[in-house]
């Protein structure tokens, strides 16, 4: 750990006090910064209310999603959630309960939530905000690894209110792809320490 390390972790231990306004700074210059990299991100940032909220490509057709990232203030924590189906057919309600409880027992990180008065679908992530105070690169972590989760329950719940998929196939397929991910990536290491 370098010098820089230690005294900006130091100063952030020192100012325990002041996590809430620190993170919330830390998580708007996340997205500036973004910006200033070429990212290109939209996005809103609401002070009073303490989130920001960005639209992303989710297919190759460019379709887009809501996310959203809340400092929760009220149970420590640092939220990230995408609006996975908005106003879904209210007759797919039984089936979509049943994929995401599906979905939440094969989730290693975070859960699907589902409101069926306003037929709403939301995948939500959370994590102890003293994390990205001590380490503030985690809050990069959590943005990619959110997003790319979402990617894989964005698709299962297409095939479900799309393609009329049967949700028990939906997570087996989505099972699959996983293990084909892991023995991809586990190859990958392989070659690399070779």
């Given at each position: 750990m370098s010098i820089k390390h230690f005294f900006s972790r130091l100063f952030r231990l020192i100012n325990i006090r002041n996590i809430q306004k620190i993170l919330w700074s830390d998580l708007k210059k996340y997205f500036q910064h973004?910006?200033?990299?070429?990212?290109?991100?939209?996005?809103?940032?609401?002070?009073?209310?303490?989130?920001?909220?960005?639209?992303?490509?989710?297919?190759e057709a460019n379709n887009t999603r809501q996310y959203r990232y809340i400092l929760d203030s009220e149970n420590y924590k640092l939220v990230s959630l995408v609006f996975v189906s908005e106003g879904y057919d209210e007759t797919k309600t039984t089936d979509v309960f049943?994929?995401?409880?599906?979905?939440?027992?094969?989730?290693?990180?975070?859960?699907?939530c589902v409101n069926p008065d306003i037929c709403t679908i939301l995948f939500e992530?959370?994590?102890?905000?003293?994390?990205?105070?001590?380490?503030p690169g985690?809050?990069?972590t959590q943005v990619m690894r959110h997003y790319n989760t979402s990617l894989d329950i964005i698709w299962a719940f297409d095939q479900l209110l799309v393609y009329n998929e049967?949700?028990?196939?939906?997570?087996?397929e989505l099972m699959k792809r996983g293990e084909e991910r892991t023995k991809k990536k586990d190859a990958g290491e392989q070659k690399s320490s070779a």
């Open positions: 973004a910006n200033q990299n070429g990212a290109n991100y939209q996005y809103g940032i609401f002070e009073s209310d303490k989130y920001i909220t960005t639209h992303y490509s989710v297919d049943i994929l995401a409880s599906h979905l939440n027992n094969i989730l290693r990180d975070g859960i699907v992530y959370r994590i102890n905000e003293v994390v990205p105070f001590l380490f985690e809050i990069h049967d949700p028990v196939f939906i997570a087996a």
